[in-house]
């Protein structure tokens, strides 16, 4: 079965750092492009970031370049968040998706949520 | 980055009923685009890539069809499980942000 398990999220002050994971099973994670999405609450989906199968090209949107870094180990099956200077602004349930051609996010984990309280 | 816009944000519909959705880019994305549905709580799925190409197992009552800045999901006879909020997604080049729409929650009418 394909499968993406979203884990690390948690409760985290303002100004503090997080690491998300997503082990992936059931498929080549090595043949896909990877990204993070997000969705914050009473508001729609926002892609983050994009990972090259691998790991030579990283894309971010605007508001978490230079904050947040996408990272993968393809020998474990692992796609990476790591983010830093967290603000109120980027509490949300955050997602893994796979991409292989013209099929974009065609499987999504369960979503791990973060809340940047303090 | 390509901006969208996804109209209507809100939809009150029957069973039975056709529905359609509208999404404008600012640009041309050369079809890069698809449709998600999401339930609360849930992950989103994905249900058109291409704006035409039905995802393997997403029932046939939905279809996506466009070209150039204008594209539309139509579900052709509303089912109860349809309720639900859905997104458009821009995809056109892996170095650009791939922007959602706003997103459209289908009601109950």
């Known amino acids: 079965e394909v499968q993406l398990v979203e884990s690390g999220g948690g409760l985290v002050q303002p100004g503090g750092s997080l690491r998300l994971s997503c082990v992936a099973s059931?498929?080549?994670?090595?043949?896909?492009?990877m990204s993070w999405v997000r969705h914050a609450p009473g508001k729609g989906l926002e892609w983050l970031a994009n990972?090259?199968?691998?790991?030579?090209?990283?894309y971010y949107v605007d508001s978490v370049r230079g904050r947040f870094t996408i990272s993968r180990d393809n020998a474990n099956n692992s796609l990476y968040l790591q983010m830093t200077y967290l603000g109120v602004e980027d509490t949300a349930i955050y997602y893994c998706?796979?991409?292989?051609?013209?099929?974009?996010?065609?499987?999504w984990g369960q979503g791990t949520l973060v809340t940047v309280s303090s | 980055d390509i901006q969208m816009t996804q109209s209507p944000s809100t939809l009150s519909a029957s069973v039975g009923d056709r529905v359609t959705i509208t999404c404008r880019t600012s640009?041309?994305?050369?079809?890069?685009l698809a449709w998600y549905q999401q339930k609360p709580g849930k992950a989103p799925e994905l249900l058109i890539y291409?704006?035409?190409t039905l995802q393997s197992g997403v029932p046939s009552r939905f279809s996506g069809s466009g070209s150039g800045t204008e594209f539309t999901l139509t579900i052709s006879c509303l089912q109860p499980d349809d309720f639900a909020t859905y997104y458009c997604?821009?995809?056109?080049?892996?170095?650009?942000?791939?922007?959602f729409g706003q997103g459209t929650k289908v009601e109950i009418k």
């Open positions: 998706a796979r991409t292989v051609g013209a099929t974009p996010f065609d499987c």
């Open positions: 059931g498929f080549t994670f090595s043949d896909y492009w």
């Open positions: 990972i090259k199968q691998d790991g030579s090209e990283k």
């Open positions: 640009q041309t994305i050369n079809n890069w």
């Open positions: 291409k704006a035409s």
């Open positions: 997604q821009q995809y056109s080049s892996y170095s650009l942000s791939w922007t």
